[in-house]
Nanobody, 120 residues
């Protein structure tokens, strides 16, 4: 089994910073890509940022403010969020694509979600 544990959400004011973390544990052979998504009520979940072995990608709405990174030794992905805006308010989910064994098919696993609220 694979577990993803997210942390770092909270209530902040516009312009503040937060860092989200998502640690994967359990039966992990190799992790391919990791990413962060967010969702607000009534809207589809949207990709915020993703990171593979050699590249990163950020949504246009967060470029220059958010930075995704990963620590392979800890099976952890981070999202550093700076200059937060009210539009960033959402539940943030991490996504990890991994294989549990050498022969297993790669699968996506989702974190439980962490609330980020930006309000004055």
């Amino acid at each position: 089994q694979v577990q993803l544990v997210e942390s770092g959400g909270g209530l902040v004011q516009p312009g503040d910073s937060l860092r989200l973390s998502c640690a994967a544990s359990g039966s992990i052979f190799t992790i391919n890509a990791m990413g962060w998504y967010r969702q607000t009520p009534g809207k589809q979940r949207e990709m915020v940022a993703s990171i593979s072995t050699h590249s990163t990608s950020h949504a246009d709405s967060v470029k220059g403010r958010f930075t995704i990174s990963r620590d392979n030794a800890k099976n952890t992905v981070y999202l550093q969020m700076n200059d937060l805006k009210s539009d960033d308010t959402a539940v943030y989910y991490c996504l990890v694509n991994l294989r549990t064994t050498r022969w297993a098919q790669a699968m996506d696993y989702w974190g439980q979600g962490t609330q980020v609220t930006v309000s004055s």
